[in-house]
């Protein structure tokens, strides 16, 4: 699978941004982009595959923590306005 660069840049950025407001404003444990990134796995030789894995056990993890709405929804504000920059094929 081929992907733009600007396309897997925003992706990548969307992941590492949701892992932090979960991981570091929600449930509270120290952050650091290195961390998110060895729980994305991300040395794997399929980036894409790895980030949409990841995004998988995000969307899993927010489920779990339902009493985490607010911080969902201001990601979700957050994640729209990025992808709104994005080039478009």
């Known amino acids: ?8 840049v925003a992706l990548e950025t969307v992941v ?3 892992h932090r407001v979960l991981f570091g404003e929600v449930l509270g444990e120290a952050w650091s982009p290195p961390a998110a990134y060895r729980w ?3 040395e ?9 894995a990841a995004s998988e056990r995000l969307e899993a ?11 969902r929804a201001r990601f979700a504000d957050w994640e729209a ?9």
């Open 40 to 42: 994305i796995r991300y």
């Open 1 to 8: 699978m081929s992907v733009s660069g600007s396309v897997l």
């Open 61 to 71: 993890l927010w489920a779990a923590h339902p009493e985490a709405g607010e911080a």
């Open 44 to 52: 794997d030789p399929d980036p894409v595959g790895r980030l949409i």
């Open 81 to 89: 306005e990025r992808l709104r920059d994005l080039p478009t094929l």
């Open 16 to 18: 590492v941004e949701e």
